[in-house]
């Protein structure tokens, strides 16, 4: 519209009436007010995408539901005596890699195995020197839990070299095995589906009406994966706007997520309407930012860890405190898992291949629990063993 071209009183009506009647069209200018980049309604449906909403509530339906019966493995090798693993973690103030952990140990102690834990403590050079120890150990299996084996390259070169399986554990972004880097398996949920049904969770509650914050850590390439799939889910339904991307390592977490929300609440105000984080502790460590801040813990900003839920996040959901949900990992029975696929490489036997379906936990289905596994998984895993 040119600024020096003169317009009739009656012309003007009729701007104004369009205006009204396609106010939520801010593509349109002189009908716009406030800012573009908060989320707006539609006259054309849910958010301006009826039919992704729609599919959005239909999927997360499905994944809310609670009890979900053991699809996994129910045949396999019994098990090997006298073996031994090391768990290299990432850093164990990571609840997933520390829940996974302790699923390989419990399950070590049932089918009498030892097991080692060695804490890379989110750095490169500590991870790098976990994997080195746990190679002078000259272990049976050696499981990457948590971080890029590539960082490690020279380490794993070696362990493939010495014959030693490695199982990873979110070590690359698909589960089963990996011929580069050379893992035995990876255990995991497909992050497709994590990062398309948290994203789906937020288009479903929303109405397809949200701005959101997204938090990664972009140094964890399957984290980075995990993030830019949930960013391009979220951009399937137009009324979702993404506000902003942070991205902070997590050993980081605990001293820049509260000054990350604190300077977030400041730019976004009210439009900040929801939050998907590709690790719950983000929202443990965002709290006292958010209660500072004088805002409600049930919301808004609706808030979904898109992976790991540790039993903490079980317990701020439930309390609806400053987290409405997350899609966690069946942690425990993926420590399990690891054990089994140790047992079918030591017997010469090819991978499972089973992975894990994805769930959505609210308040309304918690009751009370601090984890989620599929029911039956510890029977199953005891029989195939023997034990």
Not at 137 to 144: A, D, H, K, N, W
Not at 151 to 170: C, E, F, K, N, Y
Not at 324 to 347: C, K, Y
Not at 370 to 382: I, S
Request: hydrophobic share 40%; glycine share 12%; proline share 8%.
């Amino acid at each position: 519209m040119h600024g020096n071209r003169k317009v009739n009183p009656r012309a003007l009506t009729v701007r104004l009436a369009a205006c009204v009647l396609l106010g939520t069209v801010t593509v349109l200018v002189g009908c716009e007010r406030g800012s573009s980049d908060g989320p707006g309604p539609s006259t054309t449906g849910p958010g301006g995408c009826p039919a992704v909403h729609a599919r959005a509530q239909t999927a997360v339906r499905q994944a809310e539901k609670s009890d979900i019966p053991w699809n996994g493995p129910t045949s396999g090798p019994t098990a090997v005596s006298g073996k031994t693993l090391v768990y290299v973690a990432q850093t164990m103030t990571n609840p997933g890699v520390a829940g996974a952990a302790n699923g390989v140990k419990d399950a070590a102690r049932v089918i009498g195995w030892n097991v080692r834990v060695i804490d890379g403590g989110g750095t490169p050079a500590g991870i790098q020197a976990a994997m080195s120890e746990a190679l002078t150990l000259r272990p049976s299996g050696i499981v990457i839990g948590g971080f890029d084996p590539d960082s490690t390259s020279r380490q794993v070169a070696r362990a493939d070299a010495a014959g030693i399986p490695l199982v990873g554990w979110h070590a690359v972004a698909a589960p089963g095995p990996s011929r580069r880097p050379p893992l035995f398996s990876n255990v995991t949920t497909k992050v497709e589906d994590v990062a398309a049904i948290s994203a789906q969770w937020v288009i479903a509650q929303s109405n397809g009406n949200a701005g959101v914050v997204l938090f990664s850590d972009a140094s964890i390439p399957f984290a980075r994966n995990k993030a830019e799939l949930i960013r391009k889910q979220l951009g399937t339904c137009s009324g979702v706007k993404l506000l902003s991307y942070e991205n902070i390592p997590i050993p980081d977490a605990s001293s820049r997520t509260p000054r990350e929300v604190s300077s977030l609440l400041s730019r976004f105000g009210s439009r900040w309407t929801y939050s998907v984080a590709i690790n719950d502790l983000y929202f443990a460590d965002a709290a006292p930012a958010f209660r500072a801040a004088g805002q409600k813990g049930s919301g808004p900003p609706f808030n979904i860890g898109a992976g790991d839920g540790d039993p903490s996040a079980f317990q701020r959901i439930e309390n609806r405190q400053y987290q409405a949900a997350t899609v966690p990992e069946p942690l425990s029975l993926q420590g399990w898992q690891i054990v089994d696929e140790f047992n079918r490489a030591f017997s010469g036997r090819p991978a499972s291949g089973y992975v894990a379906p994805v769930h959505v936990t609210t308040a309304a289905n918690s009751a009370g629990a601090t984890t989620w596994d599929p029911t039956g998984y510890q029977e199953a895993y005891r029989k195939i063993w023997g034990k």
